[in-house]
């Protein structure tokens, strides 16, 4: 076979690599998202009229619970796809995601089964969180194990690019059921509408995730199992700890901004800057294009000077200027888009290289395992909780603009970590064994 034949199956390969890993990816988060998009609506479907600050925290706590589930799930899935290939855990994601998803387009209101009605959506959003624990790992690792290192960091910011497409997706299906739909339709039937297509979306997902193969340097791991001992989950955590420690703290930032930018300040934008329900999902939608568009620019960027030096630059971009854009925001008009936009772009410049640095942060035998726990415990702590926690600081402090301090130190714990960190963009994700690593020692001494 002649090089340029190679190089165009190489190609095609990556292409379907892509597409199964991005799409899938782009899928699961739509159904993800459409819950806190239409996070007002399900406080009021689902739980006792009345107090409608209580049915939003109790929302929330929902969406919190949930995540409780993730470190679990990480370590489940994450054992697994070192041991049984990446592949295999991405259909399974797919699978519950779409299913529990589905189920949460059926449950009754509160005024039909009562208490019944919150109970079977934390069940459903139980199974959601276990399924998303799998999710973005995996589909971060099936891209940079295929890419080629060079441009390891653009390819992977595909994953966190499609994530906010998803979202960016469910914006806008969120904002066209509220200019399309009178109020009573919506919180009758309409807010279902995004969860039942959960259910044909995902059988795409799952269609074109089936076509894809697992990396060379997972195929090249499994060869090497037979003759050696495997480490146990308790092993490789204990061997890998510092590095989960630090990759939880620069995890946080990650954690804190998305969950706070991307999917509480509808919410916020709503029901603290009492902006119009619509206006606000729009302003949303502006924050997710400059977002999605800022991710691979971001990613290529890192390919070239690297992974630490853009994350620091994150850091302080939002210790800096996160305050101050808060207090823009609250202008209203222009001044809330362009603000959101500028909150979206900087979060970018952390969020487009996270996954590539996480990946190069652990070797092949238990990557899956150390990506998948630390980045589903850091969202567990930080991420999870955000919507609850900004919703809460603002009830106890009266300060609207509290959400911005906790990016702050969410920012600052990330800067730390980050300093204890090195450089991980000239790592090679192959398995070397010791005679490959001297040579290449050798080699570049000379």
Not at 344 to 364: H, K, Q, Y
Request: proline content about 4%; hydrophobic content about 50%.
């Amino acid at each position: 076979m002649s090089v340029s034949s190679i190089n165009t199956n190489k190609k095609k390969e990556m292409k379907k690599i892509l597409s199964g890993s991005a799409f899938g990816n782009m899928i699961e988060w739509f159904d993800y998202a459409s819950y806190g998009y239409l996070a007002t609506i399900i406080a009021s479907v689902f739980f006792a009229p009345g107090d409608t600050t209580a049915a939003l925290l109790s929302t929330f706590a929902i969406f919190a619970l949930s995540f409780i589930v993730r470190p679990i799930g990480g370590i489940v899935w994450g054992y697994y796809g070192d041991r049984i290939g990446r592949k295999k855990i991405l259909v399974l994601t797919m699978f519950m995601m779409s299913i529990s998803t589905f189920c949460i387009g059926l449950i009754p209101s509160y005024s039909s089964i009562g208490i019944l009605a919150p109970i079977l959506l934390l069940a459903c959003r139980i199974v959601q969180g276990f399924s998303a624990s799998g999710e973005y790992a995996g589909a971060s690792l099936m891209i940079a194990e295929h890419a080629p290192k060079n441009k390891r960091g653009l390819l992977v910011s595909m994953v966190p690019a499609s994530t906010a497409a998803g979202m960016l997706l469910g914006a806008v299906f969120a904002s066209t059921l509220e200019f399309t739909l009178t109020e009573e339709a919506l919180h009758s039937w309409g807010w279902r509408i995004p969860f039942l297509l959960s259910l044909p979306l995902g059988i795409i997902g799952l269609f074109i995730r089936l076509k894809m193969e697992d990396s060379p340097e997972f195929n090249q791991l499994l060869e090497e199992k037979s003759s050696s001992k495997q480490l146990g989950i308790i092993e490789g955590i204990r061997q890998n700890g510092k590095k989960i420690i630090i990759a939880l703290g620069v995890i946080c930032l990650n954690a804190v901004g998305f969950y706070i930018i991307l999917s509480y300040m509808p919410t916020y934008l709503t029901t603290v800057l009492e902006f119009d329900s619509l206006q606000s999902t729009l302003t949303t939608i502006f924050t997710l294009l400059a977002y999605v568009i800022m991710l691979p620019i971001v990613g290529a960027l890192t390919d070239k000077v690297g992974r630490k030096p853009v994350l620091i630059t994150a850091c302080i971009l939002f210790i800096i200027f996160t305050y101050p854009i808060f207090t823009l925001m609250s202008l209203g008009g222009a001044f809330t888009i362009t603000s959101m936009i500028l909150l979206g772009a900087i979060l970018a410049c952390n969020d487009g290289v996270l996954a590539t640095f996480l990946s190069e942060m652990f070797p092949t035998e238990v990557r899956y395992s150390g990506f998948a726990l630390s980045f589903n415990a850091g969202n567990a702590i930080f991420g999870g909780t955000s919507p609850y926690v900004a919703t809460f600081l603002i009830a106890a402090t009266g300060n609207d603009f509290a959400p911005a301090f906790y990016l702050v130190v969410a920012a600052i714990i990330a800067l730390i970590a980050l300093i204890k960190t090195t450089e991980t963009s000239s790592v090679s994700l192959i398995k070397m064994n010791n005679r490959e690593e001297k040579f290449s020692t050798v080699s570049k001494k000379a």
